[in-house]
Structures are given as C-alpha cells and as structure tokens.
Nanobody
Framework: QVQLVESGGGSVQPGGSLRLSCTASGSISSITLMGWYRQAPGKQRELVANITTDHKRYYAEFVKDRFTIFLDSAKNTVYLHMFSLKPEDTAVYYC?????????WGQGTQVTVSS
C-alpha cells in the first residue's frame, strides 16, 4: 500500500505561479512512477506530467514550458511547479503513484486561476 498526501493548491491570478507537493509513504520502495493528473468540472481526468524514479519526465502538451515536475527521492516527494497559469488550468489536481500493478491516488488539491 502507498499513501499520498498533497498540498500547495490555492487561488492565483492569471500569469501567477503555484507549487504542488505530494509526499508518499508506505511501500515506497515499490514505486516506479509518480505524477500529477487534473480534473476540471464536467471534464475527464487528464494526465498533466509524470516522472519515473530514474527521473525521466513526461509533460502533456498543454503544460509544456509552463510546468515542471521534480522528484526528491530523499523526501519521497514529487513537486509540480506551475508557472504562467491560465484560467483553463483551474481544476482539482491529483497526485498518483504506480507501485507494481497498482495505481494509488491522493485526495486532490484545488487550483483556481481567476482574476
């Protein structure tokens, strides 16, 4: 079992920045991939970015050059640095971790981009 606890959401004006954090606990040695998804009202959950435990990164096209994912293995924490935020980035952001055949999810953190 893996437990994920997120923090760092909030409200920001367009063009602003936020940093999300997600700390894993439990069977962390079995984790091979961590990432962030988001779900806006009325829309399906979508992948934002992920990173393997050997630090290979993937970004969705809509966040390239604006978001950065970083894994601090010593702290079992994955970060999502979000810059140049747009109103369309408004969503609940979920941390995920893959361990073996299972995917685990955090509780979600709200990000609102509005003037």
């Amino acid at each position: 079992q893996v437990q994920l606890v997120e923090s760092g959401g909030g409200s920001v004006q367009p063009g602003g920045s936020l940093r999300l954090s997600c700390t894993a606990s439990g069977s962390i040695s079995s984790i091979t991939l961590m990432g962030w998804y988001r779900q806006a009202p009325g829309k399906q959950r979508e992948l934002v970015a992920n990173i393997t435990t050997d630090h290979k990164r993937y970004y969705a096209e809509f966040v390239k050059d604006r978001f950065t994912i970083f894994l601090d293995s010593a702290k079992n924490t994955v970060y999502l640095h979000m810059f140049s935020l747009k109103p369309e980035d408004t969503a609940v952001y979920y941390c995920s971790a893959r361990a073996g055949l299972f995917d685990y999810w955090g509780q979600g953190t709200q990000v609102t981009v509005s003037s």
